[in-house]
């Protein structure tokens, strides 16, 4: 699969506060590529090096294998801040006007942008009777215009309600289906976890992992124990297994082992010979929101 953007030993200084420390990264054509982390970790520092917003202090990087100009930037769509749209005028109207000041695409585009993001109803509403989501959706559809082949988005789903973030998802799943690559970042992980296909882990301006999801994210299954005594439960299997945790709202015990190799029935017949009957044993894959804990916690 061809590299879309190849970013070496990226550093950012701001005076003397380091955001990016020497992060490389690869992002594959029509991934969606999620660049990860809590606030403050550098991921719109990044975004604003990789659009030319910023000037990295060292390091390059290449969009499409070499160094950007003017003409590889039309192939990129972004939204690194809330774009500026009248209050007053239409979807279409704003439309109009970043079309026209921006220069990607053409007027016949809009239709078809608006289309896209599903705001084609509501289109000749004005702006300022939209849900936030709606606004969203209209600052990605600006970011369509010209047909891109990739798309930087920063923190897309940033203030929106559960029905809004799933329309969000929903559509950077399509996008992809259409053979965009979308860059994303993002410090909700759970969100996230459902829509990419890679992943970029930042603390504190260091890249902790990056690589394909299952790569990076699943390396152990969680087994989920349960007992009416989940004290002793526990407690027998940390003669056995590491990262023994209890989960007390779900009335749980949990255990890491490393991938494919928990044997339930052998587990199951430990506990019953050291006393304890269990109600409840499974297998589930370690989430990107347990692994990310992990790793931006020690
Ligand atoms: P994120 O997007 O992951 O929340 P940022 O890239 O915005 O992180 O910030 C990374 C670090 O750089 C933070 O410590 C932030 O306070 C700092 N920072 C960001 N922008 C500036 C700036 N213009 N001047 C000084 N420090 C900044
Ligand atoms: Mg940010």
Redesign the pocket.
């Known amino acids: 699969m061809e590299t879309v953007l190849n970013i070496q030993n990226v550093t950012k200084y701001y005076g003397p506060l380091k955001a990016l420390d020497n992060v490389s990264f690869d992002v594959p054509e029509k991934s969606v590529f999620g660049i990860l982390g809590p606030?403050g970790s550098g991921?719109?520092t990044m975004l604003s090096i990789i659009l030319d917003v910023l000037k990295a202090t060292n390091g390059t990087y290449l969009w499409f294998g070499k160094p950007s100009t003017h003409e590889d930037r039309k192939q990129i769509g972004s939204l690194l801040e809330t774009p500026n749209f009248y209050h007053y005028l239409s979807a279409y109207n704003n439309l109009k006007i970043t079309q026209s000041i921006s220069g990607r695409g053409s007027e016949d585009e809009i239709a078809e942008v608006l289309k896209k993001v599903k705001l084609h109803e509501r289109q000749h509403s004005k702006f300022n009777s939209y849900s936030l989501g709606m606004k969203q959706r209209l600052a990605i559809a600006a970011a369509l215009l010209g047909s891109p082949k990739v798309l930087v988005l920063?923190?897309p789903t940033n203030g929106l309600d559960p029905v809004g973030i799933a329309e969000i998802r929903e559509l950077i799943l399509e996008l992809r289906n259409n053979g965009h690559t979308i860059i994303i970042?993002s410090h909700l992980l759970d969100e996230v976890e459902k829509v990419c296909t890679h992943v970029a882990i930042l603390k504190t301006g260091h890249l902790l992992t990056s690589g394909p999801v299952e790569e990076v994210l699943i390396d152990d299954d969680i087994v989920e124990l349960g007992a009416l005594n989940l004290n002793k439960l526990a407690e027998i299997l940390k003669l056995i297994a590491k990262n023994v945790s209890i989960d007390s709202k779900q009335q749980m015990v949990n255990i890491t082992i490393p991938k494919g190799s928990a044997k339930l029935e052998e587990l199951n017949q430990y506990c019953f010979d050291h006393g304890v009957v269990l109600n409840h044993l499974v297998i589930k894959k370690k989430r990107l929101e347990t692994k990310f804990f992990e790793l931006t916690n020690n």
């Open positions: 606030n991921k719109t920063d923190e970042a």
